[in-house]
């Protein structure tokens, strides 16, 4: 049995091309171009991936092909794959990718070697199925598991508990649980610092506190409530949702332990506490152990609609 049903994910097409898009990005790629339908609910995008060499690195234009076959379970022929060196040099693309949710015919592989052969095109990739798969069940990749596959989420821890008990990450105006925000369309949590104004320019920067709030309204009116009489400004926002991220999140705990620990930066005991509480709340995430588990039976399902290992 598959780990993940790419049934779950629409068969209309632009579910399918947005979570091709969200991969890639994922896996390192930007995107260039909006998707545009090729045919009926068949969409090609852009993607740019900067190849790295000794002297020199240059972008590497991919048409990314998605082809979302899943319901009927059958390969995608090389009859469904028209036109690719017209529609290779009408996007000026090098390469090609197949973003199947089922795998490549026999005869579309060959076809595409050939062109490879021929240098006609310089390469090409079928991000099939189970390539997809190989990815999709490791902590990198666990936020758009959750959100594309809600029946794989259900049997995933999506939580670990770092404490005795979940530590929420509170909206500081509205009191919304932004950390449940993280595990569907709208992430709109934003981490804001606050520094203390600066008397002269060779002071010591200090921040002397920090808030979560929703994007938008809760985050003007905290802004409001701090920056006016309290001699504080903000420097920066950083969003939830960019620190779920593994990487992400252990460079921003390596970046807190090298800023605390110079003469340009401090915190007050406050703000690093606040810092600290979110760090270990994100924890509970970030840090969560990948399992391939069909049955985890999670020990506490209904607590916040999150699941906890
Ligand atoms: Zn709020």
Same mark, same amino acid.
């Not at 399918?16 to 990005?25: C, H, I």
């Not at 990815?135 to 821890?157: D, E, K, V, W």
């Given at each position: 049995m598959n780990l993940f049903d790419f049934t779950e994910i629409p068969a209309d097409g632009? !579910?399918?091309? &947005?979570? @091709?898009?969200?991969?890639?990005?994922?896996?390192?790629? !930007?995107?260039?171009?909006?998707? *545009?339908?090729?045919?009926?609910?068949?969409?090609?995008?852009? @993607?740019?991936? /900067?190849?790295?060499?000794?002297?020199?690195? !240059?972008?590497?234009? #991919?048409?990314v092909s998605c082809r979302h076959k899943a319901a009927t379970r059958t390969a995608v022929k090389e009859s469904e794959e028209a036109d690719i060196l017209e529609r290779l040099l009408r996007s000026r693309a090098d390469g090609f990718i197949g973003f199947y949710s089922t795998s490549a015919s026999s005869a579309l592989e060959f076809y595409l070697a050939e062109l490879k052969n021929r240098f006609l095109v310089k390469g090409y990739r079928i991000l099939d199925a189970k390539f997809l798969e190989m990815?999709? =069940?490791?902590?990198?990749? =666990? &936020?758009?598991?959750? &959100? *594309?596959?809600?029946?794989?989420? /259900?049997? !995933?821890?999506v939580l670990h508990l770092v404490d005795n008990n979940y530590l929420p990450i509170l909206c500081e105006h509205c009191r919304k649980d932004l950390f449940k925000t993280l595990f569907t369309e709208n992430q709109e949590g934003v981490i804001v610092r606050l520094r203390r104004r600066k008397e002269t320019p060779t002071e010591t920067e200090i921040i002397a506190n920090l808030y979560v709030a929703c994007k938008g309204e809760c985050d003007a009116e905290l802004q409001a409530k701090y920056?006016?009489?309290?001699?504080?400004?903000?420097?920066? #926002?950083?969003?939830?949702?960019? %620190?779920?991220?593994?990487?992400?999140?252990?460079?921003?705990?390596?970046?807190?332990?090298r800023k605390i620990g110079t003469d340009e930066?401090? *915190?007050?005991?406050? =703000?690093?506490?606040?810092? %600290? *509480?979110? %760090?270990? @709340?994100?924890? /509970?995430?970030?840090l969560r152990e990948p399992t391939n588990k069909n049955n985890p039976s999670p020990q506490l399902v209904s607590k916040d609609n999150l699941i906890f290992d």
């Open positions: 632009e !579910h399918w091309v &947005r979570f @091709a898009q969200e991969f890639l990005q994922l896996f390192g790629f !930007h995107i260039e171009t909006p998707p *545009y339908r090729d045919t009926e609910n068949v969409f090609d995008f852009c @993607a740019v991936e /900067q190849i790295s060499g000794k002297f020199n690195s !240059h972008p590497f234009r #991919w048409l990815y999709l =069940a490791t902590p990198g990749f =666990a &936020r758009i598991s959750f &959100r *594309y596959f809600p029946n794989y989420a /259900q049997t !995933h821890p920056c006016s009489e309290k001699k504080l400004n903000t420097v920066g #926002w950083t969003d939830l949702s960019d %620190l779920v991220d593994s990487s992400a999140f252990l460079d921003w705990t390596l970046s807190l332990l930066l401090t *915190y007050t005991t406050s =703000a690093l506490e606040k810092e %600290l *509480y979110l %760090l270990k @709340a994100l924890a /509970q995430y970030t």
